[in-house]
């Protein structure tokens, strides 16, 4: 009874704070479209031409994939910071096995994507058996990725046929096929975090694991499936970039810095950096935000160093805003817990010192 | 356990115990260390001279002074990564304001440490008070401080201190008996290494550790927490401004010159067996974390390794030795929950120890209604179930 009572007590109160993380983020997105949008219009531009707005759609696909993974796996309370090499190791292998030829890709999209699930089984194994935290566990596997794309690529390579690189170059009206795809996997990761069992797991892992063990979850494999799911949207992003770039590249992940920039996307979504809150449409808000500020930036032609200044007080600045709301909301939650006086104090006890490790 | 250690003070038990003790996650790192200092002089005999050696410690020197900072945010539970752009604005400030003039040395390096302060406070005020997580702030404090560094200089790193100033990075006190030339850089370490050991051993510095360990008990005994844990990341930036001091004379002005530091000062601090997520840790294990990931450099670069698999290599060690200690911790947990934290138990175990552990058993069984009261009174905290459970939130998560 008594250890039924904490595990439900993280779900009910994620449920009802996605809600309200979401709303935020959706007036954080609106707030900064209408300033993107003045500000563009202060330039002689549309903001809300069709262009402009392809500009932006197709600005979020890559990081959107990325940032799904990620925030499965920070919901589970870990982090992955391989993914930019993920991403650079996949678009060189689907550009290498596809060699030109449109007959090859089904089969290079599938050991791409087998590839990827090796990896993020690896980085799952490494967390949750030889119980690495998972920020060393996935810096440590970036860098042996790195270390065989330096090794092994000096430039770029492959080639990428035609058919495939339609997937980046067409779109629905003003929307890119690849936003469409990458829309589709956010709802099929929000549906599998809504609906099925281990999605279910994941927030009660990433919210407290003793509870969760403790209540009979086997709590090593949500973590697991998670860090496999990032892998698999990280290689879905690299997918998508040797579509658009029509080579496959070894540094594409790392330029991007989609590492920070996707834990970033995330937090800015609403999705707590401890784990065991947050949603799948926090962070595509949270991405949005960035391809928005992105977006007016360029059309503005802000000097490029200027922009890392803007991203990183937009980053900062939002993230702020965001917690300085929650706070008050996390209160109840601790009461609520410390309430019945005996039995849930070493809920409360065993959460106070990961409170401050985030 | 306290009874074996009360019982047989001899020499055999105290190598037994140093042996232990390096085997054991804390001490684990310097195992490692000596074990590649060796490899490293079987590979190139030359190395094992006093002079190469004091060589290598200089180029170790900026690296370690970073985990010596970083060790205190990551213990007192936070994650600094602006540290790498600190190091790079702290080298370009140098370049650029002080020229040619010498006599601008000290005005600048005092402004120098002004910055480096500010930006420590910055991140320490919005983490505490705006409740954003270090790593975002951090983060963003990254971008922001790179970005305007490289559109302040152009993109180009410009300008290069005079030699005096280059003189604290690359000269050193020469006409030393044994080692030739004892370099700025291998002095600045020692200070700042017993300093910052000085400054553990305070109350100041065990109440960052105790803040690392459990925020909401650091409170209830008293503790500003927003203040010590701004003093944290303004430590950290003020030894990446120590950093950078030494890097600009012993590798000029360069705009990536920090690229990276925030990054191999986390992993150094890890392999030093301090724990992320804070609470747990020792500061020269950090500072020795940090010479031996620059040993094991140096090990690949004497094994011919090509640079491209370092890279793979510091991976597969990172991850194998948090790994090690990791497994250890879980095995002797009963073990190390007593021990790790109060640091009066280990070497005067018998008066300390024996009143404990009887508690400690009882504590085991009953009801928590007993723990509540545990962590307000401060001297029997290590209740082995309370530390045994964030032993594993912290080693798991």
């Known amino acids: 009874m008594s250890t039924t009572t904490p595990t439900r007590a993280p779900r009910r109160t994620g449920s009802r704070r996605r809600l309200d993380s979401s709303l935020i983020v959706g007036i954080a997105l609106v707030a900064v479209i209408v300033i993107g949008a003045v500000l563009v219009g202060a330039e002689g531009r549309n903001f809300f031409s069709a262009g402009n707005i392809r500009d932006i759609l197709t600005g979020m696909s890559v990081l959107g994939f990325v940032a799904i993974g990620q925030t499965l796996v920070i919901l589970c309370a870990s982090l992955d910071l391989s993914v930019p090499y993920v991403v650079s190791l996949s678009s060189l292998i689907a550009a290498e096995l596809m060699a030109g030829d449109p007959a090859n890709i089904p089969f290079a999209v599938l050991v791409v994507l087998v590839v990827a699930v090796l990896i993020g089984l690896a980085n799952g194994l490494i967390v949750t058996k030889l119980k690495v935290n998972g920020f060393i566990a996935t810096l440590g596997t970036g860098l042996i990725i790195k270390g065989y794309l330096d090794s092994n690529y000096k430039g770029t390579s492959g080639e990428v046929p035609w058919e495939f690189q339609l997937i980046g170059a067409t779109g629905v009206g003003p929307v890119p096929v690849s936003t469409l795809i990458m829309l589709a996997v956010a709802l099929l990761a929000a549906f599998f975090l809504a609906r099925t069992r281990t999605g279910n797991h994941m927030f009660a892992v990433g919210g407290n694991e003793q509870v969760a063990r403790l209540s009979g979850i086997r709590t090593a494999r949500p973590l697991i499936v998670a860090h496999v799911l990032c892998s698999v949207t990280a290689a879905l992003a690299g997918l998508l970039l040797a579509s658009r770039l029509g080579v496959g590249s070894p540094v594409v992940g790392t330029q991007g810095g989609y590492d920070l920039l996707s834990i970033a996307a995330v937090v800015l979504g609403g999705t707590l950096l401890m784990g065991g809150r947050g949603s799948i449409w926090g962070t595509i808000g949270g991405v949005a935000i960035f391809a928005v500020v992105d977006n007016v930036m360029s059309v503005m032609q802000v000097n490029p160093f200027l922009k890392d200044v803007v991203r990183g007080v937009v980053i900062v600045a939002a993230v702020a805003v965001y917690t300085s709301r929650s706070v008050d909301r996390r209160r109840p939650r601790f009461s609520a817990g410390a309430e019945p006086p005996a039995q849930a104090e070493p809920v409360a006890a065993a959460d106070a010192p990961k409170g401050g490790a985030a | ?397």
């Open chain 2, 1 to 397: 356990m306290s009874a074996v250690t009360s019982e047989r003070p001899s020499a055999g038990a105290r190598l037994a115990a140093l042996g232990r003790t390096l085997v054991s996650p804390r001490g684990a790192v310097f195992l490692l260390l000596i074990v590649l200092l060796i490899a490293m002089a079987v590979l190139n005999p030359s190395f094992a001279e006093p002079s190469q050696f004091i060589r290598f410690v200089q180029r170790v020197a900026p690296v370690a002074i970073v985990a010596i900072g970083q060790y205190f945010v990551i213990v007192g539970g936070e994650f600094d990564l602006s540290m790498g752009s600190v190091v790079t604005a702290q080298v370009v400030i140098a370049g650029n304001l002080i020229g040619q003039d010498e006599a601008k040395s000290l005005p600048v390096l005092a402004l120098m440490l002004a910055f480096g302060a500010f930006i420590g406070l910055v991140n320490g005020l919005i983490v505490t008070l705006l409740k954003v997580p270090s790593f975002i702030v951090t983060l963003g404090m990254m971008l922001a401080l790179l970005g305007g560094t490289l559109y302040w200089t152009g993109g180009a790193a410009t300008g290069n201190p005079a030699d005096g100033f280059r003189e604290i990075g690359r000269g050193g006190i020469r006409g030393i008996p044994v080692i030739d030339i004892l370099p700025w850089s291998v002095v600045v370490l020692a200070v700042v290494l017993a300093a910052a050991i000085w400054f553990s051993k305070r109350p100041f510095g065990r109440t960052i550790i105790a803040l690392g360990d459990n925020p909401t008990t650091a409170r209830f005994s008293g503790t500003r927490n927003w203040w010590v844990k701004t003093s944290t990341f303004m430590i950290s930036s003020l030894s990446a401004t120590v950093a950078g001091v030494l890097l600009v004379g012993y590798a000029g002005v360069h705009p990536s010159v920090g690229r990276g530091y925030e990054f191999i000062a986390i992993t150094a601090v890890v392999l030093g067996g301090v724990v992320l997520g804070g609470g747990r840790g020792w500061v020269v294990a950090a500072a020795a974390g940090a010479f031996a990931l620059e040993a094991l450099f140096t090990v690949l670069n004497f094994a011919g390794v090509p640079s491209t698999y370092r890279d793979a290599v510091q991976g597969a060690i990172i991850i194998l030795a948090v790994a090690y200690s990791a497994t250890t911790f879980r095995s002797r947990r009963r073990g190390r929950g007593i021990e790790a934290s109060p640091d009066a138990t280990s070497p005067t175990s018998p008066d300390a120890a024996t009143p404990i552990s009887p508690d400690a058993a009882n504590k085991t069984s009953p009801a928590p209604a007993e723990e509540r009261d545990a962590p307000a009174s401060a001297r029997p905290a290590p209740i082995p179930s309370t530390s045994r459970a964030d032993n594993e939130t912290k080693g798991g998560s």
